[in-house]
């Protein structure tokens, strides 16, 4: 009996059904791995919004708050206590930039510095050339200088899009703004602060982290 083979009808629907195969499986594996990027790059996010987070509770956990008696508010002519609690939202070139101060005994020292000490920290924002936003944290011991920011200070986290820093006074009320050396707060200092972040590039849908911090020592107000 002889061999006839495959006719070229046969043959063609053969390479059809594995081209049919093959690209399923390239897509397959193109998703799997478009997959995997994505879940690696929300990984980096949630690391470095615990890292970012992390660091501001260990500031805010040894704040320097002094209280009454040693606490006395500032008369007119006095300059305001340099151990205070301040928190800000400015609007600058179009851009609101949030930043907040205040005194701890968490000095991350820099450049060979001294190691102990209090500190005075701030935390900025400043935008990225990307359109997003990164985060700075300033630290100086005393004799604390005037605060201005440097392109030199660490930068706690990246790619953020937006973050939001609410303080939390003793009645749980919710404030944008603190000043904890002004008649108008009392010269109180927040019980808690509440924060949020969102993180990623602004052409993706964010990730959010929050979280609330209570403060270990706070000033009440004069009443």
């Known amino acids: ?55 501001i509770r260990a500031d805010l956990r040894s704040l320097y708050v002094p ?53 005075q920290v701030w935390y900025y924002v400043q935008r990225n050339e990307n359109g997003s936003y990164l985060l700075r944290r300033s630290d100086n011991l005393f004799p604390f200088p005037e605060f201005e920011e440097r392109t030199t200070d660490p930068i706690v986290c990246d790619q953020i899009q937006s973050i939001t820093m609410t303080f939390i006074d003793g009645e749980g009320t919710f404030l944008d703004e603190w000043n904890s050396e002004s008649g108008d707060f009392d010269y109180a200092t927040p019980r808690a602060i509440h924060v949020t972040l969102k993180f990623g590039t602004p052409d993706e849908p964010p990730m959010t982290y929050e979280s609330r911090i209570y403060l270990p020592v706070y000033r009440e107000p004069r009443g």
């Not at 499986?25 to 690696?40: C, D, K, P, Q, W």
């Not at 606490?71 to 206590?81: G, I, K, L, T």
């Not at 939202?89 to 930043?99: A, F, K, N, Y």
């Open 1 to 55: 009996m002889g061999f006839s083979g495959f006719t070229l009808l046969e043959i063609m629907i053969a390479i059809f059904i594995f081209a049919i195969v093959i690209s399923t499986i390239v897509i397959t594996y193109s998703s799997l791995f478009g997959a995997t990027e994505s879940i690696g790059s929300h990984i980096v996010e949630s690391e470095m919004a615990r890292g970012c987070l992390d660091r």
């Open 67 to 119: 209280l009454p008696p040693e606490y006395q508010p500032p008369d007119v002519s006095e300059e305001p206590s340099p151990y205070g609690f301040w928190g800000e939202t400015e609007s600058g070139s179009g851009i609101d930039q949030l930043r907040f101060g205040f005194t701890t005994l968490e000095h991350v020292p820099k450049d060979g510095g001294e190691g102990r000490g209090l500190a």
